[in-house]
């Protein structure tokens, strides 16, 4: 059993090959332990029918599969058919989040807010899932004010979510002062930091300026240092993220959510780093 429970997320992939190799790298991830396994959803339910097919794989694999619901765009009448098509396929856990729309759509939809959609799978379904909802340590891009921003994981929260993952993030400050502010609301919620691995500077500074996870200055700029000395960049990355990683810890997070990108080498040797997982005890 892990000292800490920890989950993985992968995203559906598009080929053939894609998807074989997902399945490699499940496996060497199971060998952990994991908690659950969750499955992101493109912008629109674009990835739909692939996301649902890897979620059976997972529920296939023995492992409790975690579904990524949003709900822009969305009608009541079709998010109720999906709820119950993945209630039917066994998932008992949903991250249900607001989402994106495709690059040229409207908002539309019935659904304004992830609170919205939270409320309405409590109606539908009483207590049939574990619903996690996303918080943002360092605030949501779109929201008006950090104030703000706790305010609106909040009503997520009194809607009817159990629990909840992070964006991720290198502050570990950012997530404490986030969590001490939720908890001094009186909302008792486990919240579980979202953990990115790296092992591109290219692709990690990308993904962070384009979902406004912030890169500290000095880990911005040892990265850039190393040019395309690839070894270099995952070497450091992993002392980056393992030192986080204990520090979340001995600060009593409930919990390690690793955001995978389909790729299970680094994910592997920081959790061999923190000593957790079956993998560790057996080995």
Not at 260 to 265: E, G, K, L, Y
């Amino acid at each position: 059993m892990n000292a800490l429970p920890i989950s993985f997320e992968f995203f559906p992939p598009k080929t053939p090959e894609g998807a074989e190799k997902l399945r490699v790298v499940r496996r060497a991830l199971y060998a952990w332990a994991p908690e659950f396994c969750s499955v992101t959803y493109g912008a629109g339910g674009s990835t739909h029918e692939g996301s649902f097919a890897t979620v059976r794989e997972i529920l296939a694999e023995g492992v409790p599969a975690a579904a990524h619901f949003s709900c822009v765009g969305a009608t009541r009448e079709r998010v109720r058919a999906q709820l119950a098509e993945l209630h039917a396929m066994g998932v008992r856990r949903l991250v249900a989040l607001r989402g994106d729309l495709p690059s040229g759509y409207g908002l539309g939809g019935e659904f304004q807010y992830a609170s919205d959609l939270v409320a309405f799978i409590r109606a539908e379904t009483g207590r049939a899932f574990h619903i996690e909802v996303a918080a943002y340590p360092e605030m949501h891009p779109q929201a008006r004010s950090p104030e703000a921003d706790v305010q609106a994981f909040a009503t997520k929260v009194r809607a009817g979510a159990d629990s909840a993952i992070t964006q991720y993030f290198y502050n570990a400050d950012a997530y404490f002062r986030f969590r001490d502010e939720v908890h001094a609301l009186g909302l008792d919620v486990p919240i579980v930091p979202g953990i990115m691995p790296i092992t591109s500077a290219t692709q990690l500074l990308r993904f962070s300026d384009a979902c406004g996870a912030e890169v500290p200055r000095w880990v911005r700029l040892r990265l850039q240092s190393f040019g395309d000395d690839v070894e270099s960049i995952k070497a450091f990355g992993l002392d980056v993220v393992a030192a986080l990683c204990e520090r979340l810890r001995a600060g009593g997070a409930p919990g390690l959510h690793f955001y995978t990108m389909n790729q299970s080498a680094a994910t592997i040797e920081i959790l061999r780093r923190l000593g957790l997982g079956r993998a560790a005890v057996d080995g």
